[in-house]
Nanobody, 124 residues
Framework: QVQLVESGGGLVQAGGSLRLSCAAS???????MGWFRQAPGKEREFVAG????????YSSDSVKGRFTISRDSAKNTVYLQMNSLKPEDTAVYYC??????????????????WGQGTQVTVSS
């Protein structure tokens, strides 16, 4: 079992930046990790993921070019750098780890352990 702890969320104005961190309680460098988000009244959606080898995948054009996922295997930490934030990016952001696949899944069912989430609020 692994515990994931997100941090770095907060309130930011549109156009601003935040960097989210997800620290794992044990080594996760062999596994793919992902970021999801859930806005009020909406389903949880995939944002970005990264394999153990550093291959990345992003959900759509809405975040591609603005968000960057990375990982520091030595620190068992994955990051989500979010730039040019928009009000529609407001959500609770979750990180997750996939113990079963070497690729980046885009469904929440692909992931086996989740953090508690961190709130990101973007004001207009």
């Amino acid at each position: 079992q692994v515990q994931l702890v997100e941090s770095g969320g907060g309130l930011v104005q549109a156009g601003g930046s935040l960097r989210l961190s997800c620290a794992a309680s044990r080594r996760t460098f062999s596994f793919a990790m992902g970021w999801f988000r859930q806005a009020p009244g909406k389903e949880r959606e995939f944002v970005a993921g990264i394999t153990w080898g550093g291959i990345t995948r992003y959900s759509s054009d809405s975040v591609k070019g603005r968000f960057t996922i990375s990982r520091d295997s030595a620190k068992n930490t994955v990051y989500l750098q979010m730039n040019s934030l928009k009000p529609e990016d407001t959500a609770v952001y979750y990180c997750a780890v996939d113990f079963r696949s070497s690729g980046v899944g885009i469904s929440e069912h692909d992931y086996d352990a989740w953090g508690q989430g961190t709130q990101v609020t973007v004001s207009s």
